[in-house]
């Protein structure tokens, strides 16, 4: 059976975790279950990530920081707004919204707005023109009808608020992550490279594995990915604040951008929000949203994303379903790419080798090609070639293994150290033949170097199994 290629994530929320559910979700294409610790606690997520690995020890899990962001403070029962009214904005974070009354999580915000900004709330679904001050207070004007909620974004395109990269509750949240043994930290709002340092300066000190991702939400973080890439595992191209932030007509050629420079770097990206939004309360999606998610894979993404259609929405398994068939109907438009980069490549040797093997599969009939990792470096390498063979990862760790369940094309499985290349060739196939992987007589790509004395992909050949 052909398996898609194209990794997607699911946001799970704790009211919502039920072993049915996200087994659900895993057997309909899920590969990463997403936790967003703006809308969670400590117990919550526990709870999710104790049911999914009892699911699965090969759907990783991601939990997002809250990052430098402002929200509205919490409100007891949403109200409607219409054009022409005003709202007043007020510093005091400790006070909930109320009709007419907004506060938010930043306490500065009358010194730091200045007059005829616009507020954006609720990912830019609500505009306020800022029209006066009075003490502590910012006046506004409302833009368009709408409906207020609690806890919802607050964005101010052109002003920089000076915020922390950390919260207290990131915090908190990065360290129950690693005890927790979870796989990937998305963190929000990433503007630099220093807003990284933070999080990986806790990760190092407790000897974890976890990886950063980081979530590219605003101008800064897009002018300055060069250097950001250099600090994580991998982007998310994350289009809800971005369309906030950057005017909506530049977010295609953004993420466009965002895909190219990290597909370069051999680093995994993801693009998120909206992708089936329709689908919160509909059982079918628009055609405008099948061809996002298509674009999102012609342009090379490594996963795709579900927010609020599989954590709160009426149909997350029918939303999960459809991602795998657009994925499965249009990743073989997708062709080989054999461009090399060496710009910033770790191990130039394992790249080089990669692009060797991906480029015998347009000559010669390989099935597919299988590689042993214990960083899971060398998929990522031959996964950035974008071969239309499956690529098989014998993960010598059970990290690396849900590591590679955010990398296009890579089925990752356990695997067990073996002396010598002639085990490792028998061993793996054992696996891929009694998964139905593979069968006898088929042209396989080996590549690995993990045995023996020797470290690395050095190790190349073309075998009849």
């Not at 049915?20 to 526990?46: D, K, P």
């Not at 974008?386 to 990398?407: I, N």
Request: hydrophobic residues 40%.
């Amino acid at each position: 059976m052909v398996q898609k290629k194209t990794k997607i994530i699911c946001t799970v929320a704790d009211n919502r975790c039920d072993e049915a559910f996200i087994r659900s979700l895993y057997e309909a294409g899920m590969n990463v279950v997403r936790i967003n610790s703006a809308h969670a606690t400590i117990e919550g997520a526990q709870m999710v990530v104790d049911t999914v690995r009892k699911i699965s020890d090969k759907i990783a899990i991601l939990i997002d920081t809250k990052g430098p962001e402002v929200r509205l403070t919490a409100l007891e029962n949403p109200f409607y707004v219409k054009a022409g009214e005003t709202l007043e904005i007020h510093d005091d974070t400790t006070v909930n919204c109320a009709p007419g009354h907004l506060h938010t999580t930043y306490g500065y915000m009358s010194r730091d707005i200045r007059i005829g900004s616009v507020i954006l709330i609720d990912d830019g679904s609500l505009g306020l023109k800022v029209t006066g001050k009075k003490p502590d207070t910012l006046v506004c004007e409302v833009m368009n009808d709408g409906v207020i909620k609690g806890k919802k974004s607050v964005n101010v395109p052109d002003v920089h608020f000076d915020l922390p990269a950390l919260t207290d509750k990131d915090k908190r949240f990065v360290h129950w992550a690693i005890d927790a043994d979870i796989d990937f930290i998305a963190h929000s709002f990433v503007r630099s490279a220093s807003d990284l340092l933070e999080i990986q300066s806790i990760l190092d000190a407790r000897g974890s594995h976890l990886k950063l991702i980081s979530k590219i939400e605003n101008q800064e973080g897009v002018d300055n990915l060069d250097d950001i890439l250099t600090y994580c595992y991998g982007v998310m191209v994350a289009r809800g604040d971005l369309g906030v932030e950057i005017p909506s007509e530049r977010i295609p050629l953004v993420q466009k951008k965002i895909v190219h420079a990290c597909r370069e770097r051999k680093k995994p990206v993801i693009v998120a929000t909206q992708m089936l939004q329709s689908m919160i309360e509909n059982p079918r999606p628009t055609r405008a949203e099948v061809t996002d998610v298509a674009n999102a894979i012609f342009q090379g993404a490594d996963a795709i994303m579900l927010s609020g259609e599989s954590a709160s929405g009426k149909y997350p398994v029918e939303a999960v379903k459809t991602m795998t068939k657009i994925a499965l109907e249009n990743e073989s438009a997708l062709d080989v790419d054999l461009e090399l980069n060496l710009r910033k490549v770790v191990k130039p040797i394992a790249a080089v080798l990669a692009r060797s093997i991906v480029a015998d599969t347009l000559e010669l009939p390989i099935k597919a090609i299988v590689f042993d990792t214990y960083t899971g470096r060398v998929g990522r390498y031959l996964s950035t070639f974008r071969p239309k063979v499956p690529l098989y990862g014998m993960c010598y760790k059970a990290s690396t293994m849900r590591e590679l369940a955010l990398v296009r094309g890579v089925q990752a499985m356990p695997f067990s150290h073996v002396s010598n290349k002639e085990e490792y060739v028998k061993a793996s196939t054992s696996v891929l033949f009694e998964k139905g992987l593979l069968q006898k007589g088929d042209l396989v790509g080996f590549i690995g170097g993990i045995f023996g004395s020797e470290l690395g992909a050095t190790y190349l050949e073309l075998r009849y199994v």
